[in-house]
């Protein structure tokens, strides 16, 4: 059914997103994420499981301290 194959594609870029070496978040309008891959997680010290919690803000200074 039309619906499997979307699940079945959500489930592929999932996979691709998640082995990638590069760092990946995703996150809504307002700033709040809902997806790290696992380098995204390690990189920044948040669990995936708790990726709801936290809001682009609250990572920004890791990154601004990284490039100086």
Known sequence: TERKQ???HLKLWQSL???S???MQVSNEDGTFF???SV???RVGIKQ???HN????DIE???ETEGA
């Open 40 to 42: 995204a997680s390690e």
């Open 17 to 19: 997103i998640n082995a």
């Open 61 to 63: 200074k890791i990154f």
């Open 49 to 51: 499981t708790e990726v």
């Open 35 to 37: 997806y790290l891959n």
């Open 21 to 23: 070496t590069d760092a």
């Open 54 to 57: 936290y809001k682009v803000r």
């Open 6 to 8: 979307a699940e079945n």
